[in-house]
């Protein structure tokens, strides 16, 4: 935990620096090492794709960091959830001989190729929000959440409300291969050991809205409204979906079956304030500037951190409620 805060304090400062330098440099960009003179510099962002709020905020947050008034030209490119297009819109990047790259990777497998591509034609890559198996030098830096401790507090809430009461669990995981449904699977399972919660099922609602109400669908007819405790729900989008298909078997969210997920996006938060949902664990999606001002300091050849950890939260419906209109997602 100290680790996270220590991490996103000092990148606070980097930026803050950052910042500093641009203004008092008349508007250019100033970190793109070639010179300058107000000339932008050329960013390739390879987005996951658009399956979530959590993401919608995400890429607004990365579109108003890298702005041509803060000295960048965008190249956004948005891979609907399909691994092997990321890769393709990396190496377009590459080709293109754009000054720095983003990523957002969908899965964390089958990087290292394309990773060193970009390190051999000399560009730099920044990680964003997910995580990758490849080694850490083919990179130069990651920034965003500690996917297994979301994972633990939404356990943790979930061991404390059903301790030794027999309670039966379904679950609704991320992407496959995703580092968040990974880390949220791991940290959870490791939260309610020794508990006597039950996982009855498992499945991949590639953490949208309509795979979340498709495979929840699919539980009821199996076990029933009745036959369901505890739904683990690795993001809001889903849970939301799944909420649609409880409701429309004739059961209560957040009553006949209890509900924890994470993200804590505005349409999450609504649904927890409501009572629909019992817990949300926060995974923060404003990464832009925090990714903006490492493409910056990298550029300028400063020395920066591998990883960046931003801090979470976690909310219950009172605290939703005391909060949820002064939410900027
Ligand atoms: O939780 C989910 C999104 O990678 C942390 O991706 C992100 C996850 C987020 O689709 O809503």
């Known amino acids: 935990m100290r680790r996270s805060v220590l991490g996103s304090i000092a990148l606070i400062g980097a930026v803050a620096l950052t910042a500093v330098g641009c203004a008092s440099g008349g508007g250019g960009a100033g970190a793109g090492g070639d010179g300058g003179g107000g000339e932008l510099v050329t960013v390739g962002f390879a987005q996951t794709g658009s399956e979530s709020g959590w993401r919608s905020a995400n890429t607004e947050s990365m579109q108003e960091a890298f702005s041509e008034e803060n000295g960048f030209e965008l190249i956004f490119n948005a891979a609907d959830n399909d691994p092997a297009a990321q ?77 030794d009461t027999p309670t039966k669990m379904v679950v609704l995981e991320g992407t496959t291969g995703s580092a968040p449904a990974n880390d949220r699977a791991e ?26 109400k498709t495979v929840m669908e699919g539980f009821l007819q199996k076990y029933g409204v009745d036959g369901i405790d505890l739904l683990y729900a690795h993001n809001d989008d889903m849970a939301l979906g799944a909420i649609e298909a409880i409701e429309a078997a004739g059961g209560v969210p957040g009553e006949d079956i209890k509900i924890v997920s994470i993200d804590a996006v505005k349409d999450g938060m609504q649904a927890l304030v409501d009572g629909k949902i019992n817990f949300i664990v926060e995974c923060n999606p404003l990464l832009g500037e925090l990714a903006a001002g490492l493409v910056t300091d990298v550029l300028a050849g400063e020395t920066v951190e591998k990883t960046y950890y931003v801090e979470d939260q976690t909310f219950t419906q009172e605290q939703a409620a005391a909060v949820i209109d002064s939410r900027p997602y």
């Open 87 to 163: 890769i393709s819109a990396v190496r377009d990047f590459i080709s293109r001989g754009v000054e720095a790259i983003v990523i957002a990777p969908i899965v964390e497998d089958g990087w290292d190729d394309v990773l060193q591509e970009a390190s051999d034609a000399g560009i730099p890559v920044i990680l964003e929000d997910r995580t990758v198996s490849a080694p850490e030098d083919l990179y130069a830096s990651w920034v965003g959440l500690d996917f297994k401790k979301e994972g633990v507090m939404a356990g943790e809430w979930a061991a404390e409300e059903f301790g």
């Open 187 to 212: 940290g959870f399972a490791e939260a309610i050991e020794g508990t006597a919660i039950e996982t009855i099922d498992s499945q991949t609602g590639d953490f949208t809205r309509d795979g979340g």
